[in-house]
């Protein structure tokens, strides 16, 4: 099993930045590709940005692209969401997810492909 803690969430006005993190612990010996979702109040659970087990392979919901930026460092089994040019349209609980099987970019993007998913961090942008 994997156990993943999303941090780094938090009060911010537009226009300003966060830095998520999704720390995992437990089986880690695993190669995981790991998801950022999003759902804000009364909308469903959306997808927005996944990262391969290398790294070498990315994926962005429109929404963000050019604004957030996905990274991992494996030696420190945590994975990153860089979030820049944050608008108030970006708020919501943040969850990170990982998969046990290789991702196709189509598949990323779906949440019944992640096996384990955090508690979330909530992320609110003021305008």
């Known amino acids: 099993q994997v156990q993943l803690v999303e941090s780094g969430g938090g009060l911010v006005q537009a226009g300003g930045s966060l830095r998520l993190s999704c720390a995992a612990s437990?089986?880690?010996?695993?190669?995981?590709?790991v998801g950022w979702f999003r759902q804000a109040p009364g909308k469903e659970r959306e997808f927005v940005a996944a990262i391969s087990w290398t790294g070498g392979s990315t994926s962005y919901t429109d929404h963000v692209k050019g604004r957030f930026t996905i990274s991992r460092d494996n030696a420190k089994n945590t994975v990153y969401l860089q979030m820049n040019s944050l608008k108030p349209e970006d708020t919501a609980v943040y969850y990170c997810?990982?998969?046990?099987?290789?991702?196709?970019?189509?598949?990323?993007?779906?949440?019944?492909?992640?096996?384990?998913w955090g508690q979330g961090t909530q992320v609110t942008v003021s305008s």
């Open positions: 997810a990982a998969a046990t099987t290789i991702l196709t970019a189509a598949q990323a993007m779906a949440r019944r492909a992640y096996d384990h």
């Open positions: 437990g089986r880690t010996d695993s190669s995981y590709a």
